[in-house]
């Protein structure tokens, strides 16, 4: 089975950047109710949709109070624990973040080594990728920030 997420979030200044769990220092940072770490909600929409299980709105509304400043980690845990529930288990995730600077090369290990820790994967079966949208559109100016990812979830 197959999962597939997207999220976007505005990008302002004095605001944290938060990717896969790394804060990356920067001048701008994700608007959001939780820690607005775009890799990780789409994470967490790809694992639920890979088997039905809804999406992050539903478990995590951001009209909760509970979420305010919220680390995604525990989303994301809360996604895996699901798949683990159903008698399942993530093979692989592919991620694709989509924003104009900072540049995440010096942090892409470190954000695929946590999300491999917190999918229980080796670290092989974790691909970030990143890139830019040549200064087109709301990323290109800056404005904000946007990752795909996909996973394959399997039965134990």
Not at 8 to 26: D, F, Q
Not at 39 to 57: E, F, K, R, S, Y
Not at 90 to 116: F, G, H, W
Request: glycine share 8%; charged share 20%.
């Amino acid at each position: 089975m197959v999962g597939f997420g997207f999220d976007v979030h505005r990008l302002a200044e004095g605001e944290s950047l938060v990717l896969a769990g790394v804060t990356i220092p920067s001048p701008i940072g994700t608007v959001a109710h939780s820690d607005g770490d775009v890799l990780l909600h789409a994470l967490v929409d790809a694992l639920l949709g890979a088997l039905a299980l809804g999406d992050i709105g539903e478990h995590f509304p951001d009209t909760d109070p509970r979420w305010k400043g919220a680390a995604s980690s525990l989303f994301v845990e809360h996604a895996v624990e699901m798949i683990r529930a159903a008698k399942c288990r993530i093979i692989n995730v592919d991620c694709t973040l989509v924003l104009e600077s900072p540049k995440i090369l010096p942090y892409k290990v470190q954000m695929r080594e946590n999300i491999a820790k917190l999918c229980g994967l080796p670290l092989e079966r974790v691909a970030m990728k990143a890139t830019t949208s040549e200064r087109i559109g709301y990323v290109g100016r800056k404005e904000g920030v946007h990752a795909w990812v996909i996973c394959e979830v399997q039965p134990e």
